[in-house]
């Protein structure tokens, strides 16, 4: 630029090169102008979303302006920033501050430029907003059961990290718990824009506009989130229709490659039903331990929903109380109210086999050419069962079938669905049980129609 070589061309990237302002007054017949160096955030504020990889990114600055057209710069190089998704907006004067059109620079990749029209010359507070990925939130629970796993502890806790290229200081931090769905993937769409040559993208500068609307329906959500108490806990929480907010207490900063948990809930005396499934279908020949629960307030939960996570199961055993690892797991989204099944791994202190005692074929027809038109069989099946745990136990044992079937048995059981039944029977401590059943298969024209 001619104002170069007079030292008045300074431009200052935003933190971490993810904001490359440069505010410039366009007099009459004269180029482009600097009128102030940037100076950094005044405030940031992430919420991020769990169910998509997306983050809506708010943040404020203080700008001085020159009387009449100034140029604002924006640039997402080597971040994942949806540009599609970005806007600005005057917080003070903003009846005398508009924003006349957004371009994309000659010759300069990533980047995108604002014109805007103020009738105030000084210190304007402005607020960028825009969606970015590579930030993501988890969460993580501890399960602690006692002795006799009928009560235990759940703790909760958040984890939050972040590869999204850019650096956030000093950020609020707000997790949403719920279920949205995207269209395109916010990374997709920075690549998209990253590739985009730029004469084509001068070609269309309504490309923006367009994908702005995308992004209304969100921004809605965020809008419709205000809220806090004035006296906070850690993570605070409020619910927003099918979404659930959690606000971090306090700020952070947010590096790029940075990570941290932080904790969410604590709840006590939970009902728990530590119970074990045999399905050699989906399991093989082993057992499967699980922990059921519900959350709810008779559970002492029901306050929230559940978001996503990995568990860690540990049980009390022996007279000095000691851990047990059980095993580990992970959960999907829990609304309130909903019950938990915890699958936790085999356990070896339980058998269970099945074994085939006697097998005949009955009722054998013939067509008019002498061919077997139809049969019947019938398989007579012993299940031992043992549990070699110090506690009491309940074995959910499940047999499949095929084709048409009808099962006889002294022993209570449940037809689940068209193809399978289901044995449960609880097993105090060392005990071992035999079930038996007789499974009457019908092939050919012995079928029922």
Not at 152 to 162: D, E, I, K, Q
Not at 177 to 194: H, Y
Not at 369 to 375: D, I, K, L
Request: avoid cysteine.
């Amino acid at each position: 630029m001619a104002s170069n070589a007079a030292g008045m061309n300074i431009q200052r990237r935003f933190a971490g090169a993810l904001l490359a302002a440069v505010l410039l007054a366009v007099p009459a017949a004269q180029g482009r102008i600097n009128v102030t160096g940037l100076p950094g955030r005044s405030t940031v504020q992430l919420t991020i979303y769990n169910s998509v990889d997306l983050t809506l990114v708010k943040e404020t600055r203080v700008l001085t302006f020159a009387k009449g057209i100034n140029r604002l710069e924006f640039s997402w190089a080597n971040t994942l920033i949806d540009p599609t998704s970005v806007e600005f907006r005057a917080l003070t004067n903003a009846d005398q501050v508009e924003i006349l059109d957004v371009r994309f620079p000659p010759r300069v990749t990533n980047t995108l430029e604002w014109r805007i029209q103020s009738e105030v010359a000084g210190e304007v507070r402005v607020e960028i907003r825009y969606f970015t990925s590579g930030i993501t939130w988890g969460a993580d629970y501890v399960t602690e059961a006692d002795q006799a796993e009928k009560l235990m502890r759940l703790t909760g806790s958040v984890r939050v990290s972040n590869h999204s290229g850019e650096d956030y200081e000093n950020a609020q931090v707000r997790l949403v718990v719920g279920i949205i769905r995207l269209v395109e993937r916010i990374s997709d769409l920075a690549q998209r824009a990253a590739d985009m040559p730029a004469d084509v993208a001068r070609r269309d500068e309504n490309w923006f506009e367009g994908r702005k609307k995308a992004s209304e329906k969100l921004k809605d959500m965020d809008a419709a989130s205000k809220g806090g108490g004035k006296d906070p806990k850690q993570i605070q929480k409020e619910g927003l229709s099918e979404f659930f907010l959690y606000t971090v207490e306090g700020r952070d900063t947010v590096p790029h490659g940075w990570a941290k948990r932080m904790p969410s809930f604590k709840a006590a005396d939970v009902p728990v039903t530590s119970y074990y499934k045999y399905e050699r279908e989906r399991f093989g020949e082993v057992v499967m331990r699980y922990y059921k629960f519900k959350n709810d307030e008779p559970s002492k939960l029901g306050k929230e929903p559940l978001p996503d996570g990995g568990v860690m199961a540990f049980r009390t055993v022996g007279v000095d109380k000691l851990y047990s690892f059980v095993g580990r797991t992970a959960v999907k989204y829990i609304p309130i109210g909903a019950e938990v099944e915890l699958e936790l791994g085999n356990d070896p202190e339980l058998m269970v086999k099945p074994k085939l005692m006697n097998w005949e074929k009955i009722d054998v027809r013939f067509d008019q050419f002498g061919n077997v038109s139809g049969w019947t069989t019938q398989d007579t099946w012993q299940i031992e069962m043992q549990n070699s745990k110090a506690i009491p136990v309940v074995v959910d044992v499940r047999r499949n079938f095929g084709g048409d079937w009808e099962v006889a048995s002294a022993d209570k059981y449940e037809k689940v669905d068209a193809t399978k039944i289901k044995f449960v029977t609880p097993l105090v401590a060392g005990a071992k049980q035999t079930l038996t059943y007789t499974l009457t298969t019908r092939h050919g024209v012995n079928a029922r129609r």
